[in-house]
C-alpha cells in the first residue's frame, strides 16, 4: 500500500503565494493520477487539482487560475502551487491517488 506525506502547509498573509508538497513510498507512482483535496472546519471536501501520468491537470472551479500542480517522478512527488491566496482557501490539504490512498494533510491558513 502507498503512503501518502504532504508538508508545506503554513499561515500566510492574502494574495501571499505556497508551495504544497506530497511524497509517495511503498508503492508505484510514475502510473497513477494523483489529485489534492481540500475541507475546511464544517464543510464538504473538494477538488483542488488532478494530474494524470502524463502530466496533464484539471482543476477545481474556485482555484483555477490560481493554483498549479504539478508531479516530478524521480522523486515521486506532487506538488500543489498557490498563488493569490484568499481566506477562503484556508483548510486542510490532502493529497491522494487513484488507488484510493490519502496522506494525513497539511493546514494552510490565510489570514491577516
Known amino acids: 500500500q502507498v503512503q501518502l506525506v504532504e508538508s508545506g502547509g503554513a499561515l500566510v498573509q492574502p494574495g501571499g503565494s505556497l508551495r504544497l508538497s506530497c511524497t509517495a513510498s511503498?508503492?508505484?507512482?510514475?502510473?497513477?493520477?494523483m489529485g489534492w483535496y481540500r475541507r475546511a472546519p464544517g464543510k464538504q471536501r473538494e477538488l483542488v487539482a488532478t494530474?494524470?501520468?502524463?502530466?496533464?491537470?484539471d482543476y477545481g472551479d474556485s482555484v483555477k487560475g490560481r493554483f498549479t500542480m504539478s508531479r516530478d517522478d524521480a522523486r515521486k512527488t506532487v506538488y500543489l502551487r498557490m498563488t493569490s491566496l484568499k481566506p477562503e482557501d484556508t483548510a486542510g490539504y490532502y493529497c491522494?491517488?487513484?488507488?484510493?490512498?490519502w496522506g494525513q494533510g497539511t493546514q494552510v491558513t490565510v489570514s491577516s
Open positions: 491522494t491517488n487513484s488507488l484510493g490512498d
Open positions: 511503498g508503492g508505484i507512482f510514475i502510473f497513477l493520477t
Open positions: 494530474i494524470t501520468p502524463a502530466g496533464a491537470t
